[in-house]
Protein backbone atom coordinates (compact mmCIF):
# COMPACT_ATOMS: atom_id res chain seq x y z
CA UNK A 1 0.00 0.00 0.00
CA UNK A 2 1.30 3.36 -0.89
CA UNK A 3 0.70 6.33 1.74
CA UNK A 4 0.13 9.90 -0.06
CA UNK A 5 2.17 12.20 1.15
CA UNK A 6 -0.05 14.18 2.66
CA UNK A 7 -0.96 11.21 5.48
CA UNK A 8 1.99 10.32 6.15
CA UNK A 9 4.79 11.20 8.84
CA UNK A 10 7.21 11.40 6.87
CA UNK A 11 8.88 10.90 3.12
CA UNK A 12 11.16 7.58 2.67
CA UNK A 13 13.14 8.39 -0.81
CA UNK A 14 14.78 5.56 -2.32
CA UNK A 15 16.70 5.70 -4.96
CA UNK A 16 17.58 3.33 -7.27
CA UNK A 17 20.15 4.71 -9.60
CA UNK A 18 22.49 5.25 -6.91
CA UNK A 19 21.73 1.47 -5.53
CA UNK A 20 22.32 0.25 -9.25
CA UNK A 21 25.82 2.26 -9.44
CA UNK A 22 26.85 0.62 -6.40
CA UNK A 23 25.90 -2.71 -7.82
CA UNK A 24 28.28 -1.62 -10.45
CA UNK A 25 31.22 -0.42 -8.09
CA UNK A 26 31.14 -3.73 -6.78
CA UNK A 27 31.26 -5.25 -10.15
CA UNK A 28 34.60 -3.46 -10.71
CA UNK A 29 36.36 -4.13 -7.66
CA UNK A 30 35.91 -7.93 -8.79
CA UNK A 31 37.80 -7.90 -11.96
CA UNK A 32 35.23 -9.93 -14.08
CA UNK A 33 33.99 -12.54 -11.10
CA UNK A 34 30.20 -12.85 -11.59
CA UNK A 35 28.49 -10.59 -9.08
CA UNK A 36 24.94 -11.40 -7.95
CA UNK A 37 22.81 -9.22 -5.37
CA UNK A 38 21.45 -10.21 -1.68
CA UNK A 39 17.64 -8.92 -1.79
CA UNK A 40 16.73 -10.55 1.08
CA UNK A 41 14.39 -9.12 3.75
CA UNK A 42 12.48 -7.30 1.09
CA UNK A 43 15.95 -6.07 -0.02
CA UNK A 44 16.59 -4.91 3.25
CA UNK A 45 13.72 -3.17 3.52
CA UNK A 46 13.54 -1.20 0.34
CA UNK A 47 10.63 -2.82 -1.80
CA UNK A 48 11.95 -5.88 -3.43
CA UNK A 49 9.63 -5.26 -6.32
CA UNK A 50 11.74 -1.86 -7.20
CA UNK A 51 15.41 -2.74 -5.72
CA UNK A 52 15.31 -6.09 -8.22
CA UNK A 53 13.98 -4.74 -11.43
CA UNK A 54 16.53 -1.83 -10.47
CA UNK A 55 19.64 -4.22 -10.07
CA UNK A 56 18.79 -6.29 -12.75
CA UNK A 57 18.91 -3.65 -15.25
CA UNK A 58 22.72 -2.94 -13.79
CA UNK A 59 23.42 -6.16 -14.96
CA UNK A 60 22.13 -8.58 -12.06
CA UNK A 61 21.00 -12.29 -13.20
CA UNK A 62 21.83 -13.88 -10.06
CA UNK A 63 20.00 -13.11 -6.64
CA UNK A 64 19.56 -14.09 -2.74
CA UNK A 65 16.46 -14.11 -0.55
CA UNK A 66 15.85 -15.78 2.69
CA UNK A 67 12.25 -17.26 2.37
CA UNK A 68 11.10 -18.67 -0.39
CA UNK A 69 7.64 -16.18 -0.32
CA UNK A 70 10.27 -13.38 -1.32
CA UNK A 71 11.18 -15.78 -4.04
CA UNK A 72 7.77 -15.90 -5.64
CA UNK A 73 7.63 -12.01 -5.25
CA UNK A 74 11.15 -11.69 -6.86
CA UNK A 75 10.20 -13.82 -9.59
CA UNK A 76 7.38 -12.06 -10.58
CA UNK A 77 9.14 -9.38 -10.86
CA UNK A 78 11.96 -10.92 -13.04
CA UNK A 79 10.95 -13.94 -14.92
CA UNK A 80 14.56 -14.57 -16.18
CA UNK A 81 16.43 -14.31 -13.14
CA UNK A 82 18.34 -16.97 -11.33
CA UNK A 83 16.81 -17.20 -7.82
CA UNK A 84 18.45 -18.66 -5.04
CA UNK A 85 16.69 -19.35 -0.98
CA UNK A 86 19.37 -18.89 1.40
CA UNK A 87 17.12 -19.82 4.51
CA UNK A 88 17.18 -23.81 3.86
CA UNK A 89 14.81 -25.80 2.61
CA UNK A 90 11.27 -25.09 2.37
CA UNK A 91 9.97 -29.08 3.32
CA UNK A 92 6.27 -28.45 2.90
CA UNK A 93 6.60 -26.04 -0.31
CA UNK A 94 8.67 -28.37 -2.49
CA UNK A 95 6.11 -28.00 -5.56
CA UNK A 96 6.79 -24.13 -5.27
CA UNK A 97 10.27 -24.96 -6.50
CA UNK A 98 9.95 -26.59 -9.18
CA UNK A 99 6.70 -24.48 -10.40
CA UNK A 100 8.44 -21.30 -10.45
CA UNK A 101 11.94 -22.30 -10.87
CA UNK A 102 13.46 -21.52 -7.96
CA UNK A 103 16.69 -22.69 -6.17
CA UNK A 104 16.63 -23.88 -2.81
CA UNK A 105 20.17 -23.48 -0.70
CA UNK A 106 20.71 -27.11 0.85
CA UNK A 107 22.49 -26.29 3.89
CA UNK A 108 21.79 -29.81 5.82
CA UNK A 109 21.88 -33.38 5.78
CA UNK A 110 17.72 -33.52 5.66
CA UNK A 111 17.62 -30.90 2.95
CA UNK A 112 19.75 -32.48 0.54
CA UNK A 113 17.90 -35.83 1.35
CA UNK A 114 14.24 -34.44 0.95
CA UNK A 115 15.64 -32.27 -2.33
CA UNK A 116 17.18 -35.05 -3.96
CA UNK A 117 14.22 -37.40 -3.00
CA UNK A 118 11.70 -34.60 -4.02
CA UNK A 119 13.63 -34.78 -7.66
CA UNK A 120 13.64 -38.41 -7.91
CA UNK A 121 9.88 -38.05 -7.58
CA UNK A 122 9.58 -35.44 -10.51
CA UNK A 123 12.08 -37.02 -12.43
CA UNK A 124 14.46 -34.17 -13.00
CA UNK A 125 17.79 -33.03 -11.61
CA UNK A 126 16.35 -29.70 -10.45
CA UNK A 127 19.25 -27.19 -9.49
CA UNK A 128 20.31 -26.56 -6.10
CA UNK A 129 23.20 -24.68 -3.92
CA UNK A 130 25.58 -26.79 -1.22
CA UNK A 131 26.08 -24.68 1.93
CA UNK A 132 28.74 -25.58 3.67
CA UNK A 133 29.98 -24.39 6.46
CA UNK A 134 33.46 -22.94 7.01
CA UNK A 135 33.49 -21.19 10.73
CA UNK A 136 29.72 -19.43 11.31
CA UNK A 137 28.57 -22.41 12.83
CA UNK A 138 24.95 -21.07 11.53
CA UNK A 139 23.70 -22.88 8.66
CA UNK A 140 25.72 -25.15 6.46
CA UNK A 141 27.13 -28.96 5.67
CA UNK A 142 30.23 -29.85 8.14
CA UNK A 143 33.39 -31.16 5.85
CA UNK A 144 32.90 -34.76 7.22
CA UNK A 145 29.16 -34.14 5.79
CA UNK A 146 30.21 -32.40 2.49
CA UNK A 147 32.85 -35.08 2.14
CA UNK A 148 29.92 -37.72 1.90
CA UNK A 149 28.13 -35.68 -0.78
CA UNK A 150 31.41 -35.65 -3.00
CA UNK A 151 31.94 -39.59 -2.85
CA UNK A 152 30.92 -40.88 -6.32
CA UNK A 153 27.70 -41.87 -6.92
CA UNK A 154 26.16 -40.39 -3.78
CA UNK A 155 22.49 -40.50 -3.75
CA UNK A 156 22.10 -36.83 -2.73
CA UNK A 157 23.30 -36.12 -6.30
CA UNK A 158 20.24 -36.92 -7.70
CA UNK A 159 19.58 -32.99 -7.92
CA UNK A 160 22.11 -30.45 -10.19
CA UNK A 161 24.50 -28.99 -7.61
CA UNK A 162 24.74 -25.65 -9.56
CA UNK A 163 26.38 -23.76 -6.83
CA UNK A 164 28.88 -24.55 -3.47
CA UNK A 165 28.83 -21.71 -1.37
CA UNK A 166 29.56 -20.38 2.23
CA UNK A 167 29.35 -17.45 4.65
CA UNK A 168 31.74 -15.26 6.34
CA UNK A 169 31.48 -14.18 10.11
CA UNK A 170 33.85 -11.72 10.72
CA UNK A 171 35.02 -10.20 7.15
CA UNK A 172 33.67 -7.25 7.81
CA UNK A 173 36.81 -6.43 10.64
CA UNK A 174 39.65 -6.51 8.80
CA UNK A 175 42.44 -8.62 9.49
CA UNK A 176 40.50 -11.03 11.88
CA UNK A 177 41.62 -15.02 11.54
CA UNK A 178 38.43 -16.05 11.17
CA UNK A 179 38.69 -15.40 7.85
CA UNK A 180 41.59 -16.24 6.52
CA UNK A 181 40.68 -19.95 7.74
CA UNK A 182 37.58 -20.14 6.45
CA UNK A 183 38.99 -18.57 3.52
CA UNK A 184 41.35 -21.97 3.76
CA UNK A 185 38.19 -24.20 4.78
CA UNK A 186 36.15 -23.11 1.68
CA UNK A 187 39.21 -23.81 -0.73
CA UNK A 188 39.52 -27.21 0.67
CA UNK A 189 36.08 -28.25 0.79
CA UNK A 190 35.84 -26.71 -2.86
CA UNK A 191 38.29 -29.05 -4.38
CA UNK A 192 35.58 -32.37 -3.28
CA UNK A 193 33.61 -30.98 -5.38
CA UNK A 194 35.41 -29.88 -9.01
CA UNK A 195 33.18 -28.52 -11.62
CA UNK A 196 30.83 -26.53 -9.09
CA UNK A 197 31.11 -22.64 -9.32
CA UNK A 198 31.81 -21.54 -5.86
CA UNK A 199 30.26 -18.58 -4.04
CA UNK A 200 31.99 -16.92 -0.41
CA UNK A 201 31.92 -13.31 -0.55
CA UNK A 202 29.87 -11.50 0.73
CA UNK A 203 29.94 -7.87 0.75
CA UNK A 204 32.79 -7.40 3.15
CA UNK A 205 34.51 -10.74 1.22
CA UNK A 206 34.49 -8.45 -2.46
CA UNK A 207 37.12 -6.40 -1.19
CA UNK A 208 39.53 -10.22 -0.60
CA UNK A 209 40.61 -11.56 -4.28
CA UNK A 210 41.18 -14.49 -2.58
CA UNK A 211 37.24 -14.68 -1.48
CA UNK A 212 35.67 -13.92 -4.54
CA UNK A 213 35.86 -17.10 -6.44
CA UNK A 214 33.12 -17.56 -9.35
CA UNK A 215 30.03 -15.55 -8.03
CA UNK A 216 30.04 -12.50 -5.41
CA UNK A 217 27.24 -12.05 -3.58
CA UNK A 218 26.78 -8.27 -1.96
CA UNK A 219 23.79 -7.38 0.29
CA UNK A 220 24.44 -4.44 3.06
CA UNK A 221 26.93 -2.82 0.61
CA UNK A 222 24.35 -2.08 -2.29
CA UNK A 223 22.43 -0.13 0.11
CA UNK A 224 24.39 2.73 1.61
CA UNK A 225 25.14 0.72 4.42
CA UNK A 226 29.15 0.40 5.81
CA UNK A 227 30.23 -3.38 4.72
CA UNK A 228 33.63 -3.12 6.19
CA UNK A 229 35.35 -1.60 9.83
CA UNK A 230 37.19 1.85 8.90
CA UNK A 231 36.05 2.05 5.25
CA UNK A 232 33.61 4.59 3.75
CA UNK A 233 30.46 2.94 2.54
CA UNK A 234 29.04 3.50 -1.01
CA UNK A 235 26.39 5.88 -2.60
CA UNK A 236 23.79 6.58 0.22
CA UNK A 237 20.27 5.27 -1.21
CA UNK A 238 18.19 6.16 1.32
CA UNK A 239 16.56 9.48 3.14
CA UNK A 240 14.25 10.04 5.63
CA UNK A 241 12.77 13.59 5.80
CA UNK A 242 10.08 14.45 7.84
CA UNK A 243 7.99 17.79 8.50
CA UNK A 244 7.38 19.40 11.80
CA UNK A 245 4.36 19.56 13.01
CA UNK A 246 4.85 21.66 16.01
CA UNK A 247 7.64 23.79 17.59
CA UNK A 248 7.84 25.35 21.24
CA UNK A 249 9.55 26.63 23.74
CA UNK A 250 10.97 25.13 27.23
CA UNK A 251 12.57 26.92 29.60
CA UNK A 252 16.27 26.15 31.22
CA UNK A 253 15.51 23.69 34.04
CA UNK A 254 12.46 21.98 32.22
CA UNK A 255 12.38 18.40 31.44
CA UNK A 256 11.83 16.64 27.40
CA UNK A 257 10.22 13.81 27.06
CA UNK A 258 9.38 10.05 28.36
CA UNK A 259 10.91 9.46 31.84
CA UNK A 260 12.14 13.21 31.70
CA UNK A 261 15.57 12.18 30.62
CA UNK A 262 16.39 15.30 28.65
CA UNK A 263 17.12 18.68 30.47
CA UNK A 264 17.16 21.87 29.05
CA UNK A 265 20.30 23.16 29.85
CA UNK A 266 19.48 26.85 28.57
CA UNK A 267 16.05 28.24 27.23
CA UNK A 268 15.59 26.28 24.25
CA UNK A 269 13.23 25.54 20.80
CA UNK A 270 12.09 22.25 20.05
CA UNK A 271 10.52 20.80 17.37
CA UNK A 272 8.39 17.53 17.04
CA UNK A 273 7.96 15.50 13.73
CA UNK A 274 5.81 12.22 13.84
CA UNK A 275 8.35 9.20 13.56
CA UNK A 276 8.96 7.30 16.22
CA UNK A 277 10.20 3.71 17.06
CA UNK A 278 7.22 2.27 15.50
CA UNK A 279 8.24 3.44 12.25
CA UNK A 280 11.79 2.07 12.55
CA UNK A 281 13.75 4.55 13.99
CA UNK A 282 14.53 3.07 17.20
CA UNK A 283 14.30 4.16 20.68
CA UNK A 284 17.62 3.43 21.69
CA UNK A 285 18.77 6.43 19.08
CA UNK A 286 17.32 9.04 21.09
CA UNK A 287 19.14 11.54 23.80
CA UNK A 288 19.55 11.68 27.70
CA UNK A 289 21.13 14.11 29.65
CA UNK A 290 23.97 11.63 29.61
CA UNK A 291 23.74 10.20 26.48
CA UNK A 292 24.31 11.92 22.82
CA UNK A 293 20.99 10.94 20.44
CA UNK A 294 21.17 10.39 16.36
CA UNK A 295 22.32 13.13 14.79
CA UNK A 296 19.39 15.54 12.66
CA UNK A 297 19.68 18.05 10.63
CA UNK A 298 17.17 21.07 10.30
CA UNK A 299 17.73 24.63 8.08
CA UNK A 300 21.69 22.65 7.11
CA UNK A 301 22.07 22.51 10.93
CA UNK A 302 23.02 19.79 12.87
CA UNK A 303 20.88 19.13 16.11
CA UNK A 304 20.25 16.27 18.45
CA UNK A 305 17.19 14.39 19.47
CA UNK A 306 15.62 16.34 23.20
CA UNK A 307 14.76 13.57 25.10
CA UNK A 308 13.68 9.52 24.14
CA UNK A 309 12.28 8.18 20.89
CA UNK A 310 8.60 7.47 21.31
CA UNK A 311 6.36 5.35 19.63
CA UNK A 312 5.01 7.86 16.89
CA UNK A 313 6.93 11.33 17.95
CA UNK A 314 10.72 12.56 18.30
CA UNK A 315 11.48 16.01 19.54
CA UNK A 316 14.68 17.71 18.16
CA UNK A 317 16.20 20.39 19.94
CA UNK A 318 16.44 23.52 17.35
CA UNK A 319 17.49 26.40 19.39
CA UNK A 320 20.75 26.75 17.24
CA UNK A 321 19.15 26.31 13.55
CA UNK A 322 17.66 29.74 13.46
CA UNK A 323 14.19 30.30 12.31
CA UNK A 324 12.25 27.23 12.46
CA UNK A 325 8.31 26.61 12.21
CA UNK A 326 5.48 24.19 11.62
CA UNK A 327 5.72 22.67 8.00
CA UNK A 328 9.98 22.85 8.28
CA UNK A 329 11.81 19.53 7.18
CA UNK A 330 13.88 17.89 9.48
CA UNK A 331 16.30 15.14 7.79
CA UNK A 332 16.56 12.32 9.74
CA UNK A 333 18.40 10.40 7.38
CA UNK A 334 20.32 12.05 4.19
CA UNK A 335 22.16 15.52 3.97
CA UNK A 336 25.23 13.83 5.22
CA UNK A 337 23.03 11.67 7.75
CA UNK A 338 23.74 7.87 7.19
CA UNK A 339 22.50 5.04 8.57
CA UNK A 340 25.79 3.95 10.09
CA UNK A 341 25.20 7.21 11.72
CA UNK A 342 21.70 7.09 13.44
CA UNK A 343 22.99 2.68 13.80
CA UNK A 344 25.99 4.22 15.70
CA UNK A 345 23.60 6.67 18.01
CA UNK A 346 21.39 3.32 19.04
CA UNK A 347 24.42 1.15 19.97
CA UNK A 348 23.61 -1.15 16.69
CA UNK A 349 24.33 -1.91 12.98
CA UNK A 350 23.18 0.09 9.38
CA UNK A 351 21.13 -3.48 8.68
CA UNK A 352 19.12 -3.17 11.22
CA UNK A 353 18.10 0.55 10.74
CA UNK A 354 17.73 0.00 7.14
CA UNK A 355 15.41 -3.34 7.89
CA UNK A 356 13.58 -1.60 10.19
CA UNK A 357 12.02 1.59 8.00
CA UNK A 358 8.76 1.47 8.54
CA UNK A 359 5.73 0.79 6.31
CA UNK A 360 3.85 4.23 7.70
CA UNK A 361 6.03 6.25 5.21
CA UNK A 362 4.98 7.73 1.90
CA UNK A 363 7.96 5.94 -0.02
CA UNK A 364 9.47 7.49 -3.03
CA UNK A 365 11.32 6.17 -5.97
CA UNK A 366 13.67 8.19 -7.82
CA UNK A 367 16.35 6.97 -10.41
Not at 117 to 125: D, I, Q
Not at 197 to 212: D, H, K, M
Amino acid sequence: MTIPQSEAGAVLTIDLAALAANYRAIVGMGGGVATAAVVKADAYGLGIERAGPALAGAGCTTFFVAHLSEAKRLRAALPAATVYVLNGLFGAALDTYTAHDIRPVLGSREDVEIFAAHCETVGRRLPAAIHVDTGMNRLGLDLAEAALLAEPGANALAFEPALLMSHFACADEPGHPLTARQIDRFQQIRGLFPGIPGSLANSAGCTLPAARHDLMRPGVALYGARYVAGRDPLAPVVTLEAPIVQVRSVRVGDTVGYGAAWTAGRNSRIAVVSVGYADGYLRQAGSTDRKTGAPMRVNGVLCQPAGRVSMDLIAIDVTDAGAVAAGDTATLIGDGIGVDDVAEAAGTIGYEILTSLGRRYHRRYTG
